[in-house]
C-alpha cells in the first residue's frame, strides 16, 4: 500500500512504513552485490525499533509506526506525550539492550565453533547498532536516555540545550573525520551517511525542543489532574523575566510556581502562574515572551468569560 510515496505495511496496531529512499539503497546494493547484507541490517533496524516499541506497549503506551530510514529507524508512540523521563528513558533503553543481547547471543555462537558468515554478520551489525544508537547526541537513544537522568538534576530544559551542544560538538569532530579521511584519500561513505543524518536530526530536535519540554510540564499537569501530590518549588520573579528562563528552572517530580509583584492602579498586588501557563503563553506568544505576556494572557481569558457569562441566556422553567 503506498502512502504519500512511501510503502507501508501493518502489523496489528503497528504500521511498518519504509522510506523511499531504503528502497533505493536496497536497489544500489544489489547492484553492488550486497543485497543480502542490505537486508540484514534492514531486518536488525526493524528488530531493534520492535523492542523500543515492545518497551512502549509495557509501560502502559501505545506504539503506532515504525519509520525504516536509510540510516536507521524511528518509532512514533502514542501517549509519549504525558509520560515522565523514566519512561522515556526505558523506552529509549530498550533498543541499544536489544542490540547487544543480539550482539552477545552471536559471540557465543561464534565462540562455540559456529563460524558462519551470517554469525559474524549478525554480531558486526547488532554491535555497530548499539553503538551507534548510544551516542550522547538527540535524537538517538543514548542522547535520550542522557537528558532523562539529567532532566532530574538540572531541569528538562537545561538537559535539553546541554545535549543540543554535546550533539553539536560530535557531529563537528565526525565532520572533521570525514575531512581528514578525504584528504587523504581514503572517504567512508558510511561516516559521510551518520554524519548527515546526525546534522539533520540536530537541526530537526533544535525545531522541536520544544514540544518535548511541553510533554514533560503535560505530564506533570496529568498527574496533577489525577489526584497525585507533587511537592512545589516558588519563585518570585519580575514582569520582565523571561518565561523560557523560568522553564529552564522546572524539575521532574515537582510542580513550579511563579510569583510577581505588579502595580496596578498604585496598589501593589501578586500574581502566582505555574508551568503550564508559562508554557501555554511561550505558544502563543512565541519564545521571546516575557511573565508580563503570562499577565496579560491571564487578563484576557478573564475578559473573555466575562464576555460568555454576559451573552448565555437566563435559564426559565418551562410552565404548564
Sequence with gaps: MGVNTMIALRCGSIRLVVHPLTIATMIVLALIGRFWEGLLILILVAAHEGAHALAAVLLGLRPREIRLIPVGGMLRVEGLTGAGPAVEALVAAAGPAFSLLTAL??????????????????????AMLCLFNLLPALPMDGG??????????????????????TGLALIGGMTGAVSFLFFYGHPNLTLIFVTAYL?????????FA???????????SNAL??????????????????VLDLLGLCRPGAWCCFRVEVNAAGAAREICFGEDA????????GSLATAADVLRQFG???????????????????QD
Aim: some cysteine; hydrophobic content about 40%; overall charge positive.
Design 199 to 207: 546534522l539533520s536530526a540536530w537541526h530537526r530536535e533544535k525545531e
Design 144 to 165: 535520550r536516555i542522557l537528558r532523562a537522568l539529567l532532566s532530574y538534576l538540572i531541569g528538562f530544559a537545561s538537559a535539553t540545550k546541554l545535549l543540543k551542544l
Design 225 to 242: 489532574k489525577s489526584g497525585k501530590v507533587l511537592p512545589v518549588r516558588e519563585y518570585i520573579i519580575l514582569p520582565d523575566t523571561r
Design 210 to 220: 520544544i514540544y518535548d519540554l511541553y510533554r514533560e510540564i503535560a505530564h506533570k
Design 300 to 318: 484576557n481569558r478573564r475578559r473573555r468569560s466575562a464576555t460568555v457569562r454576559r451573552q448565555q441566556p437566563a435559564f426559565c422553567q418551562a
Design 278 to 285: 508559562a508554557m501555554n503563553t511561550i505558544i502563543d506568544c
Design 105 to 126: 547471543i552471536t559471540l557465543a555462537a561464534y565462540r562455540s565453533g559456529c563460524h558462519t558468515k551470517i554469525v559474524i554478520d549478525i554480531f558486526k551489525y547488532s
